[in-house]
T-cell receptor, first 110, second 113 residues
């Protein structure tokens, strides 16, 4: 799985969009990009995943660059409950394992 | 509703004792995983299974074992608990289809004295 690079921490004002970047420059053609988050003391929670196209669900949007070397997770209207560590992970083919890095601590401020 | 549960949620044990942490899922998922989480290390994979009677070592498997006798359960055993195994343990499961997410349990906080 490709190595991912994320900022250690970010701040966002409540009600504003939170844009979390991730670099995965060595991603291969069959690798998906996954985003998970972990709210303090809880198990990680799946947010969204994508392969090539941009994706949107009820929680977030995922924008993947055309060369697939980076992506951005967008929380359109961040709330205080979105304060968490956000993990960007790549996974491909029949390898179902996830390798978690340090992630980005997003703090949503009132 | 389908779910994934872990028990116990908290456990205190002594060095050298055998400990078993339970993980049970009702989604009928083929894939099951055990992770540990420590400050400064994030989540690290201990063992995983892609089906009944299948088990595989992850990146930090020393001192741990698992067995998969049915689809629903993947118990994690610490053969002889060590203080270095004090951690929070998470179990997860997923379907055997490319692109599907892992669902995580609530975690077990284990303290080895």
């Amino acid at each position: 799985d490709a190595k991912t690079t994320q900022p250690t921490s970010m701040d966002c004002a409540e009600g504003r969009a939170a844009n979390l970047p991730c670099n995965h420059s060595t991603i291969s053609g069959n690798e998906y990009v996954y985003w998970y988050r972990q709210i303090h003391s809880q198990g990680p929670q799946y947010i969204i995943h994508g392969l090539k196209n941009n994706e949107t669900n009820e929680m977030a949007s995922l924008i993947i660059t055309e060369d697939r070397k980076s992506s951005t997770l967008i929380l359109p209207h961040a709330t205080l409950r979105d304060t968490a560590v956000y993990y960007c992970i790549t996974r491909g083919g029949s390898n179902y394992k996830l390798t978690f890095g340090k992630g980005t601590l997003l703090t949503v401020n009132p | 509703d389908a779910e994934i549960t872990q028990s116990p949620r908290h456990k205190i044990t002594e060095t050298g004792r055998q400990v078993t942490l339970a993980c049970h899922q009702t989604w009928n998922h083929n894939n099951m995983f055990w992770y540990r989480q420590d400050l400064g290390h994030g989540l690290r994979l201990i063992h995983y299974s892609y089906g009944v009677h299948d088990t595989n070592k992850g990146e930090v498997s020393d001192g741990y074992s698992v067995s998969r006798s049915n689809t629903e359960d993947l118990p994690l055993t610490l053969e002889s608990a060590a203080s270095s195994q004090t951690s929070v343990y998470f179990c997860a499961s997923s379907v055997m289809i490319s692109g599907y997410e892992q669902f995580f349990g609530p975690g077990t906080r284990l303290t080895v004295l």
